[in-house]
C-alpha cells in the first residue's frame, strides 16, 4: 500500500495493491447471498456511513488508531482509501464516492475523537459485507452510544420515481423508523407528523437536528435513512443486515407503480382520517411541513 498526500490539510490517498483488491471483491460475491434476488437484480446503488468513537483520547494514540483503522479497512476493501485526521469534508477530493472515505466527524459531540467511515457507491449487494466487516473493525478499535449511528444511502437512478410519502407510510407500517432508539440527530419523522396538536408539533420540531429519512434528490432517487445506531450498535450487525433487505424492497415498491397499492390506499386512509380532524388553518401547516420533508401529498 502507497501513501500520497494531496493537500496541506491532512487528506491522504492510500492506494491498495491491486491483489488486495481481488481478495476482497471474492468476499464481496459470497455475501451478496445474504439479499434476496428481488434486491440483489435491482438498479440499486448504495453507500453506507459508519459514525463511531476512537477508543483513544490522547492525541498520539489517536493517530495511532487511525493508522490501524486504516489498515484494517485496506484488508476488506477492493477500492482506494482516503483519510483526512483534521476535517470532516473531503468531498473535493471523493466527489464521486468511489473510495473509501475515513475521516473525523465533528457532529459526533461526546468527545474529540469522532469517526466516519464511509463505504465507496457501489451495489447495494455489497453492503451486507461491509456491514460485517466495518462493525468488526469498530469494535476492535472503537466505541459507540446513543449519538453515534448508521446511515444508508440509497439510490435507483433517474429511470424511476419514487413516491416519497409511500416510502414513509410503508417504514412506519413495518416498524422501521422506530426499530432503534431515537437520536438527536435523527428525529423520527412521524414523531411530527402523527402530532396533530399544533403544541406538540411545535416541541417535535424543536428536538429536530435531521429527520431519520430523508429524500436526498428526487430526480435521482436518492434517500437517506438515519434509523440504524445507539449504544453497541456495532454487536447487531444481523438487524441491521435485515433492516437493509427490509428497506431496500419498500424502496422498490414505493418506486414500482401499483405495487402494494392496497396496502399503500389503507396506510394513506388512515392518516387522512388523523388530519381530517385539524382545522383548515392547520392543515395549510401541516402541508408545509410535510412539503419541508420532501412529501409531494396535499391534503384540502
Given at each position: 500500500m502507497t501513501i500520497e498526500k494531496l493537500d496541506e490539510e491532512g487528506t491522504l490517498l492510500w492506494e491498495l495493491e491491486e491483489t488486495v483488491k481481488e481478495v476482497a471483491q471474492v468476499k464481496m460475491i459470497t455475501s451478496e447471498l445474504k439479499l434476496t434476488d428481488q434486491v440483489i437484480n435491482s438498479d440499486m446503488q448504495a453507500g453506507v456511513e459508519f459514525e463511531f468513537y476512537s477508543k483513544y483520547i490522547d492525541p498520539e494514540d489517536f493517530?495511532?488508531?487511525?493508522v490501524n483503522v486504516i489498515e484494517a479497512v485496506s484488508k476488506i476493501n477492493d477500492t482506494n482509501i482516503i483519510s483526512n485526521l483534521n476535517r470532516s469534508d473531503n468531498s473535493i477530493h471523493n466527489p464521486d464516492y468511489k473510495m473509501f472515505e475515513i475521516k473525523r466527524d465533528d457532529s459526533l459531540v461526546t468527545n474529540a475523537f469522532g469517526?466516519?467511515?464511509?463505504?465507496?457507491?457501489?451495489?447495494?449487494?455489497?453492503?451486507?459485507y461491509y456491514i460485517d466487516e466495518v462493525f468488526r473493525i469498530i469494535r476492535i478499535y472503537g466505541s459507540t452510544d446513543a449519538t453515534a449511528g448508521v446511515h444508508l444511502n440509497l439510490s435507483l437512478g433517474n429511470t424511476y420515481s419514487i413516491d416519497f410519502w409511500k416510502f414513509i407510510l410503508l417504514m412506519e407500517h413495518h416498524g422501521l423508523l422506530s426499530s432503534w432508539t431515537s437520536r438527536i440527530c435523527s428525529t423520527n419523522v412521524m414523531d411530527l407528523l402523527n402530532?396533530?396538536?399544533e403544541k406538540e408539533a411545535k416541541i417535535q420540531k424543536g428536538k429536530r437536528t435531521g429527520w431519520n429519512v430523508e429524500l436526498k434528490d428526487s430526480k435521482r432517487n436518492f434517500i437517506e435513512i438515519r434509523t440504524i445506531g445507539?449504544?453497541?450498535?456495532e454487536y447487531k450487525s444481523e438487524q441491521v443486515i435485515k433492516e437493509l433487505q427490509q428497506i431496500c424492497e419498500i424502496f422498490i415498491s414505493a418506486a414500482t407503480p401499483g405495487h402494494e397499492q392496497k396496502l399503500y390506499d389503507e396506510l394513506k386512509l388512515a392518516q387522512d382520517l388523523k388530519v381530517a380532524k385539524i382545522s383548515k388553518i392547520k392543515i395549510k401547516k401541516y402541508n408545509e411541513a410535510m412539503?419541508?420533508?420532501?412529501?409531494?401529498y396535499k391534503y384540502t
Open positions: 493517530e495511532t488508531f487511525m469517526i466516519e467511515m464511509t463505504t465507496p457507491k457501489t451495489k447495494v449487494s455489497r453492503m451486507p402530532c396533530i396538536k445507539g449504544e453497541d450498535y412539503e419541508r420533508i420532501g412529501i409531494e
